[in-house]
């Protein structure tokens, strides 16, 4: 019990600190843990909301290092199924990575195409230059980053008739029902890729794709919405205001991708299910949040 008083402290000033800019607080590191006491701060932090979905394999979190990797390899990321083992993090990973946030990020971006979200891997590495920066503090070590293709099960080539098992459309539901807690948890990051890559532009695209903007698409603006409901400003990126050229790092990534705040007032539920019928959504009003 005196463990997690002074934990809870020390993680009250230390998000104080971040909150001002990426971690100039001098509160005392959460270091030289067991993997029991990591568990404890873990589930202190709300870290048990996710953990059937982690333990059941619906949902899967990508090492942020892999793609980091993935994407200075000029790789482009392929769908669940078919990812290595080492892309992901494991329950124990993500535990024995807790410090002084949960360490867990959400992807929310537009899909480019109907079958593949990214086919070029344009988004790929924009990401993984945002991961960068954030894992360039040492109060980041791993991250685990859900990235719904990457995440949940797909289905591995619609086109040509090859879709997700049984066993996989179960888990499939079962991780969007967790959704609304990986995005709206106050101790989660949220990245959002609110514009789309340089050089894609509507009119090139395929009849029948997706082509609105982020906040147009109904699943965009639902997380977005989650996104801002309880956390902390400098828990959600808008990593459509990075700038070119420019190497970032932690705090100068926090300064640039929060500007102009972003965040509106939540709406009755009435009134955000009415706005969401205007919404475009890639494969139909079928897949509602």
Not at 163 to 183: A, D, H, I
Not at 189 to 217: C, I, M
């Given at each position: 019990r005196r463990y997690l008083i002074r934990c809870s402290k020390s993680i009250r000033l230390t998000q104080a600190?971040?909150?001002?800019?990426?971690g100039t607080s001098k509160a005392r590191p959460v270091i030289g843990l067991t993997y029991k006491q990591k568990l404890k701060l873990w589930r202190k932090l709300g870290g048990g909301d996710l953990e059937r979905v982690l333990a059941s394999g619906a949902v899967a979190l990508?090492?942020?290092q892999w793609i980091i990797r993935?994407?200075?390899?000029?790789?482009?990321?392929?769908?669940r199924q078919a990812l290595p083992k080492e892309a992901f993090l494991s329950l124990a990973d993500l535990v024995e990575a807790t410090k002084y946030f949960l360490p867990v990020a959400a992807l929310s971006y537009p899909w480019l195409t109907k079958d593949h979200p990214d086919p070029l891997g344009a988004n790929l590495s924009r990401v993984a230059r945002a991961l960068k920066a954030l894992l360039s503090r040492a109060t980041i070590p791993r991250?685990?980053?859900?990235?719904?293709?990457?995440?949940?099960?797909?289905?591995p080539d619609p086109a040509n008739g090859v879709m997700r098992t049984e066993e996989q459309n179960v888990l499939f539901k079962q991780g969007l029902g967790c959704l609304g807690t990986l995005y709206s948890h106050p101790y989660t990051r949220v990245l959002r890729l609110t514009s789309f890559p340089d050089g894609h532009k509507a009119e090139d695209q395929a009849?029948?794709?997706?082509?609105?903007?982020?906040?147009?698409?109904?699943?965009?603006?639902?997380?977005?919405?989650?996104?801002?409901?309880?956390?902390?400003?400098?828990?959600?990126l808008d990593l459509g205001k990075m700038h070119a050229g420019v190497e970032y790092g932690c705090y100068s990534l926090m300064r640039d991708c929060?500007?102009?705040?972003?965040?509106?007032?939540?709406?009755?539920?009435?009134?955000?299910?009415?706005?969401?019928?205007?919404?475009?959504?890639?494969n139909g009003k079928d897949d509602k949040p």
């Amino acid at each position: 019990r005196r463990y997690l008083i002074r934990c809870s402290k020390s993680i009250r000033l230390t998000q104080a600190g971040e909150a001002m800019g990426c971690g100039t607080s001098k509160a005392r590191p959460v270091i030289g843990l067991t993997y029991k006491q990591k568990l404890k701060l873990w589930r202190k932090l709300g870290g048990g909301d996710l953990e059937r979905v982690l333990a059941s394999g619906a949902v899967a979190l990508l090492d942020a290092q892999w793609i980091i990797r993935h994407a200075e390899a000029g790789g482009v990321l392929s769908h669940r199924q078919a990812l290595p083992k080492e892309a992901f993090l494991s329950l124990a990973d993500l535990v024995e990575a807790t410090k002084y946030f949960l360490p867990v990020a959400a992807l929310s971006y537009p899909w480019l195409t109907k079958d593949h979200p990214d086919p070029l891997g344009a988004n790929l590495s924009r990401v993984a230059r945002a991961l960068k920066a954030l894992l360039s503090r040492a109060t980041i070590p791993r991250l685990g980053v859900f990235w719904d293709f990457g995440s949940l099960h797909q289905h591995p080539d619609p086109a040509n008739g090859v879709m997700r098992t049984e066993e996989q459309n179960v888990l499939f539901k079962q991780g969007l029902g967790c959704l609304g807690t990986l995005y709206s948890h106050p101790y989660t990051r949220v990245l959002r890729l609110t514009s789309f890559p340089d050089g894609h532009k509507a009119e090139d695209q395929a009849e029948g794709t997706n082509v609105a903007k982020y906040l147009d698409r109904g699943w965009c603006a639902t997380e977005n919405a989650w996104a801002g409901l309880t956390k902390a400003g400098h828990l959600s990126l808008d990593l459509g205001k990075m700038h070119a050229g420019v190497e970032y790092g932690c705090y100068s990534l926090m300064r640039d991708c929060t500007q102009a705040g972003g965040r509106c007032p939540p709406l009755l539920p009435s009134a955000f299910a009415a706005e969401l019928e205007t919404k475009s959504f890639t494969n139909g009003k079928d897949d509602k949040p």
